[in-house]
């Protein structure tokens, strides 16, 4: 007989009635896979949930690498404009380096022309001392033949006040003045005769100045063995009446005079008598 809409209300009720024929109801009625759609769907809802999780953990990550990000980013804008800055600085740094260049190339043609200036004023400098020692020479040539000409005559003017004073003194020119070059000097020498007939030589030292060095200088080598024979050499045997003439004489000529015992001549005649004969 067909099954009518009475059958399936009459159907209906006693499911409700009867919970236990409701599942076996469904297991005759729906499929495997309806059936297991519940835990297919409980399943897909852990996944789901799990997915959720993992994309919210890994939207946590994204903004910490974007919060990184932007603090690198942050530090990269201070790093640049520290760059920009120190760029500045080196640019400005390079500018006074080069306008230093071009202050030590300017001082370097200042120097070279400076240079250049001072090689020609030494060689004017070299120059003026080639002339200037040309001048000294002839200089000394001219002050040589001075000295001959002031040395002849003050030996001539010695002489003569040796004569005078000698001849003041009682003594007598046995023989005409001799001019005797030994040690380089020129000395004077005069043959007399005492007033008791004794015959001594007169040897005198003649200077254009005369001080203490001098005469102590004199008073040595006439004291002295070797020059005593150069003077037997040329015939001037003694005694001697040692005489010192200067044309300018000081002080200290005169005190050296007195304490050697050398006679002290000037153009004036005789200022300090030798102590005796030597």
């Known amino acids: 007989m067909p099954f009518t809409v009475s059958d399936f209300h009459d159907l209906v009720e006693l499911l409700e009635q009867n919970p236990s024929w409701r599942a076996e109801i469904r297991r005759l009625v729906l499929t495997d896979d309806i059936l ?5 769907m409980e399943s897909l809802a852990a996944t789901v949930d799990q997915f959720a999780r993992s994309t919210e953990e890994r939207f946590r990550q994204v903004e910490k690498m974007l919060a990184d990000l932007a603090a690198s980013q942050q530090e990269l804008i201070v790093e640049q404009r520290r760059i920009e800055q120190r ?7 390079q500018q006074r380096t080069e306008q230093r ?30 002339e200037l020692a040309v001048m000294q020479q002839r200089t000394s040539t001219q ?35 001799l001019y005797l070059r030994l040690n380089g000097d020129i000395d004077v020498a005069h043959q007399v005769e005492d007033p008791q007939g004794r015959r001594i030589w007169a040897v005198l030292e003649a200077k254009a100045r005369l001080g203490w060095q001098a005469v102590e200088a004199w008073a040595n080598r006439i004291r002295s063995e070797s020059f005593r024979d150069a003077l037997r050499g040329v015939g001037v045997e003694g005694p ?3 005489y010192v003439y200067g044309m300018r ?22 200022i300090v008598p030798p102590a005796g004969e030597i």
Not at 163 to 169: F, M, Q
């Open 36 to 40: 297991r759609l519940p835990k297919t």
């Open 87 to 93: 760029v500045e600085e080196l640019a400005a740094m």
């Open 101 to 130: 260049v071009e202050e030590l190339a300017a001082m370097q043609q200042r120097t070279e022309q400076r240079v250049e200036e001072l090689a020609a004023m030494q060689q004017r400098t070299e120059q003026r001392v080639e």
């Open 143 to 177: 002050v040589a033949r001075l000295e001959n000409i002031i040395g002849v005559t003050v030996e001539e003017e010695a002489a003569a006040v040796l004569r005078a004073v000698l001849e003041e003194k009682g003594y007598r020119i046995l023989a005409e003045t």
């Open 240 to 242: 001697f009446l040692v």
């Open 249 to 270: 004489a000081d002080l200290s000529a005169r005190k050296a005079a007195e304490k050697f015992g050398v006679g002290l001549l000037s153009s004036q005649g005789e």
